[in-house]
């Protein structure tokens, strides 16, 4: 049985089980739409080794988005139709930020697989306890994007004006991550309240608790960067 | 043990080994080259569910992919290397085949998955117990491009014009893969030599066996046509 299932479970609460959808399919938007973009970066890959390490990062993202898409149907739902609210959010964020080379699809995809890893690992503790084991077994893939740090210490190695082009390049990102995460909140109460452990508190979520999650990403962020010997 | 740690076993003959290499690497090039047509085709996907179904069929060729990569590292082989000598075939390939619309672009996976399919299962009987489970494998997990029968008979209902323009397309995509075949089979002798199971054969192999493996081809596309609605 699982939590869906179980009488009196997290699921009654008709707020909790549209929130859970709601970031089921979020989650799933954002996987299809990273292999989306990781397929596209692959082309422009220098040499068949870096276009399978590409692949392989895409084809993980893949069985993250199998993972979501198959809990939303589990639960009644359309996934498709799910996930077509949040295209909006998603296209505006690629749009906003195009890779102009090979470098920037790289750290794009580099920064996305750790945001994305920062915000499972946030929510996980509010979810109920399937919700949560599929959040957390979707997270413990990642890795596969380790070999961009490698390519991006050698281009600063070779040409050290790449750091500050980079650099600049992932503010950028982070920024508009940030603030279409922002959009998120303030359009989605049930979700938010999912995501911030209030669904089940009374009052709802605060700003300030959103607020704390942001900054604790955008230091891990920071951290990433780090790795790749660019400032955040 | 593998095939090829056996002392005596058919990896001892240089030329047996270096043929399967060759193919290993043809299949992995072809599956890789797969993926990346697909990958280019969903982005012209009319809805998510259809651009997920494409997806899908990509995840399945780059599963075939991994595995046909991973033997020839065991056989202690440069993966890309070797699969660097097929770009042209396959460029040459896809530059004379380059989809105009999305129906073209469905035919030609739908064409492909079927084309690849025949072929592996014609080739296995000639191989070592590995490599022939191997290809067995790989070609059990097709069936993913049964979706497209559906979408090109509703395509030919809702305009019975389309048929012919596919028919044609159909023609030329079979025409140029065997046009591409028929370069490997006169470039690459030790690769042909295992294909059509002349490799243990004094004397080599004769071209009419090729010309009946091209006819069983041949004569089972024409079949998958028709299963469309469409003629070879």
């Known amino acids: 049985m699982t939590s869906d299932?179980?009488?009196?479970?997290?699921f009654d609460d008709p707020d909790?089980?549209?929130?859970?959808?709601?970031l089921l399919?979020?989650?799933s938007y954002g996987e299809l739409s990273a292999v989306e973009q990781l397929n596209q970066d692959s082309q422009d890959a220098p040499d068949l080794r870096t276009k399978v390490a590409i692949q392989t990062m895409a084809a993980s993202e893949w069985s993250h988005f199998v993972q979501l898409r198959d809990r939303l149907v589990e639960l009644g739902e359309d996934p498709y139709a799910a996930m077509e609210s949040f295209r909006t959010t998603f296209a505006r964020f690629h749009g906003?930020?195009?890779?102009?080379?090979?470098l920037e699809g790289l750290l794009k995809a580099f920064v996305g697989d750790g945001l994305a890893a920062d915000f499972y690992r946030e929510i996980a503790a509010f979810l109920d306890a399937d919700t949560r084991q599929l959040v957390l077994e979707t997270m413990s893939q990642t890795g596969n994007s380790e070999f961009?740090?490698?390519?991006?210490?050698?281009?600063?190695?070779?040409d050290p004006r790449?750091?500050?082009?980079?650099?600049?390049?992932?503010?950028?990102?982070m920024g508009e991550a940030l603030s279409q995460a922002q959009m998120v909140v303030a359009e989605r109460d049930?979700?938010?309240?999912?995501?911030?452990?209030?669904?089940?508190r009374p009052g709802g979520f605060d700003l300030a608790s959103i607020g704390r999650m942001f900054t604790r990403i955008t230091e891990a962020h920071a951290q990433r960067m780090a790795r790749l010997g660019l400032d955040a």
């Open 190 to 200: 049930v979700l938010t309240a999912v995501v911030v452990g209030a669904a089940d």
């Open 162 to 173: 790449v750091a500050g082009r980079l650099a600049l390049w992932g503010r950028r990102l």
């Open 16 to 22: 909790y089980r549209a929130g859970v959808v709601e």
């Open 148 to 158: 961009v740090v490698d390519q991006v210490r050698e281009a600063i190695a070779a």
């Open 96 to 102: 906003k930020t195009e890779p102009s080379d090979w």
């Open 5 to 10: 299932q179980v009488p009196g479970g997290p």
């Open 25 to 27: 399919a979020l989650l």
